[in-house]
């Protein structure tokens, strides 16, 4: 268990650490601990977590994981061997006392029909899903953090054909494809001895390892522009996801980011690009503990005369 690497450390927290029905575990400061089960976050009573003791086990957490976490440096994202997330801030950034997120890493493969049984989708929507990653459709998934996005990629990239190559990019590993000619790129930060490699780098070399399909784990910034140069490059059937409020909302943001590349490109031609590249729009949403996509826009064009995207709702649920 990869855990055990930190439990030495996190003793007063360590039941909610081996708790199979705990997804995340948020410490805020010495005594506000709350965890989320079955997509319900709810507080846990009764634990204090000693504030420098909490201190020590993060750095000790941090060096065991070639990190480190201090007063100069004191943010910590780490990942253990199976993918589980250690993210914490120390003061005097964060203001409260000390806040660590331990996400767990879940080793389901959950399936279209896991989906449909949890009521994440009805099986007229999966049909639909599978039949546009066959006819290798573009598609953005956008969602707010902890609603599924990454699990419903991994869904729908076990509908891509098993002969096709697949390169999967990440900025963490957390996408598991159940797949044999599966490439995967991780970016890596930079640290003291070592220069970063970014998505963008890795989208660049990916060129030369003959993909059939690229699949980029999210959209976080420029590398925006490097996936919309592949897409108008004959690459499609692509797979990624994106931070957003809605499918609408998913536009602006993907937009934004291209921005963030410093590419001199006019307003108008990004996103006449985006149009031409990004086949569906797919926003899943979490509620009262239930995940369940909510919306799915076709993206049929952009009219750069009344700067509007022709977009069409050919799925949306109401709750």
């Avoid at 060129?207 to 910034?221: A, C, F, K, N, S």
């Avoid at 490059?233 to 937009?255: D, E, K, P, Q």
């Amino acid at each position: 268990m990869s855990f055990d690497l930190i439990l030495p450390f996190l003793r007063p927290i360590e039941h909610l650490i081996r708790d199979p029905q705990v997804s995340e575990i948020m410490v805020n400061g010495s005594s506000r601990v709350f965890t989320e089960r079955q997509g319900r976050i709810e507080p846990v009573p009764g634990i204090e977590v000693n504030e420098k003791s909490l201190h020590v086990a993060l750095r000790n957490i941090a060096r065991l994981l070639g990190d480190d976490i201090s007063e100069s440096k004191p943010i910590l994202d780490a990942r253990l061997p199976d993918g589980s997330r250690v993210a914490a801030v120390i003061p005097p950034c964060s203001l409260g006392g000390i806040t660590l997120t331990i996400r767990k890493f879940s080793a389901r493969h959950f399936t279209i029909e896991d989906l449909v049984s949890l009521g994440s989708i009805d099986h007229k929507l999966a049909s639909l899903l599978c039949l546009e990653v066959e006819n290798r459709h573009n598609i953005l998934i956008s969602g707010g953090t902890g609603t599924g996005k990454t699990t419903l990629l991994n869904v729908l990239a076990n509908f891509i054909p098993d002969e096709e190559r697949i390169v999967l990019i990440e900025d963490t590993a957390e996408i598991h494809i159940r797949k044999s000619n599966l490439v995967r790129f991780e970016a890596r930060r930079e640290q003291t001895t070592t220069p970063a490699v970014t998505i963008r780098d890795l989208l660049r070399a990916t060129l030369r390892h003959r993909p059939d399909r690229i699949i980029v784990g999210e959209i976080r910034g420029g590398e925006a522009f490097d996936v919309l140069q592949l897409l108008n490059t004959g690459h499609s059937g692509t797979l990624s996801t994106i931070h957003a409020n809605s499918a609408y909302h998913a536009v602006s943001r993907f937009v934004s980011c291209v921005l963030q590349s410093n590419i001199d490109l006019p307003y108008a031609a990004i996103k006449s690009n985006f149009a031409d590249s990004i086949n569906l729009l797919l926003h899943i949403e979490r509620r009262n503990g239930l995940r369940y996509v909510s919306q799915i826009l076709k993206v049929h064009g952009y009219d750069a005369g009344s700067d509007r995207f022709q977009l069409e709702t050919i799925y949306e649920r109401k709750e």
